[in-house]
């Protein structure tokens, strides 16, 4: 599991996080097994993994859970029947549950608007906010790529940000309008206080844009204590930055962006990932159909 583990890490490109959830999800995978009285690879078939996925259904987990869980245990005998340590992957015929389609939560543009507009603070912490709200929204950034920003990744003179996603892939985003300026703002007036509060500054704090009260890299968990910290101006108590993602590329397309720009922007290999943005704004989509169609206005 270890070996696997890093190769995930160092082949795969996995984030620790998900390195660290998926050895929980094989920690279980072979808990289960040995209560099973599985004493080698060669013992574990079929049976053996949909029992494993029938026992994740039997306890009640989220499907969202046991089709990770089972994902994990796939990936995992994959990696054993290319290390040669098995002849067949068992799990490979092991039906997933089917997740179920569930649209991901936006904001309104007018509840963007009331939101950021709150954050109008002079201090360095409330630029840093209002900058770093600015971006995931107006960039579509991750909560990880925002935090992971470095200053040279940062060109306003072309107007765009080098970003680093999932699996360190790197992407070019634009950045103008209310998220440049926000940002340019920080930098100016805010980063350089921030910096100051650093008594023996790192090499990592002094590259990265958006830095905490001491001076250092700001951390994801600031991000998520931020993005609720703002949902609590509109009523929004669970607010996550993700959804800000969402909202941005909600957003871009019923602005008329096309989605393989869109696609570009937020890094997203699967195409297929964005189909579920079509889905969210059945009235916009009835709108332009009866501003556009000829036939639309005709009595008949």
Do not use: W
């Not at 092991?94 to 569930?102: E, H, L, M, S, Y």
């Not at 790197?170 to 920080?186: C, D, F, T």
């Not at 922007?265 to 501003?291: C, F, K, N, P, W």
Request: with cysteine.
């Amino acid at each position: 599991m270890d070996e696997y583990l890093s190769h995930l890490r160092i082949e795969r490109g996995a984030s620790p996080r998900t390195a660290e959830a998926y050895r929980r999800d094989l920690e279980d995978y072979l808990a289960f097994l040995d209560g099973e009285g599985v004493e080698g690879f060669g013992d574990i078939d079929r049976e053996k993994v949909t029992a494993f996925e029938r026992s994740l259904m039997e306890q009640n987990l989220a499907v969202t859970t046991v089709r990770r869980r089972i994902s994990a245990v796939r990936g995992y005998h994959r990696f054993l029947v290319r290390e040669g340590l098995t002849k067949a992957n068992p799990a490979d015929a092991v039906d997933i549950p089917k997740a179920a389609d569930r649209l991901p939560d936006v904001l309104s543009i007018e509840e963007v608007g009331e939101m950021l507009d709150a954050f109008v603070g002079t201090r360095p912490s409330d630029l840093r906010d209002r900058a770093l709200l600015e971006a995931l929204y107006g960039c579509g950034l991750r909560a990880s790529e925002a935090v992971g920003l470095d200053m040279e990744a940062v060109n306003f003179d072309d107007g765009f940000l080098r970003v680093f996603g999932k699996g360190s892939k790197e992407r070019i985003v634009p950045i103008a309008g209310a998220a440049e300026r926000a940002l340019r703002r920080y930098l100016a007036e805010g980063r350089p206080a921030l910096a100051r509060a650093a008594a023996n500054p790192t090499a990592d704090a002094t590259a990265a844009v958006f830095l905490n009260q001491r001076g250092g890299r700001l951390g994801r968990q600031s991000v998520f204590n931020l993005a609720r910290k703002a949902g609590r101006v509109i009523g929004r108590y669970d607010l996550h930055p993700h959804t800000l993602r969402h909202s941005f590329a909600t957003h871009m397309l019923k602005g008329g962006a096309d989605l393989r720009v869109l696609q570009e922007i937020l890094g997203h290999a699967d195409m297929s990932t964005l189909q579920v943005y079509t889905h969210l704004d059945r009235t916009h989509l009835h709108e332009e159909y009866a501003h556009a169609h000829p036939r639309d206005k005709m009595n008949i």
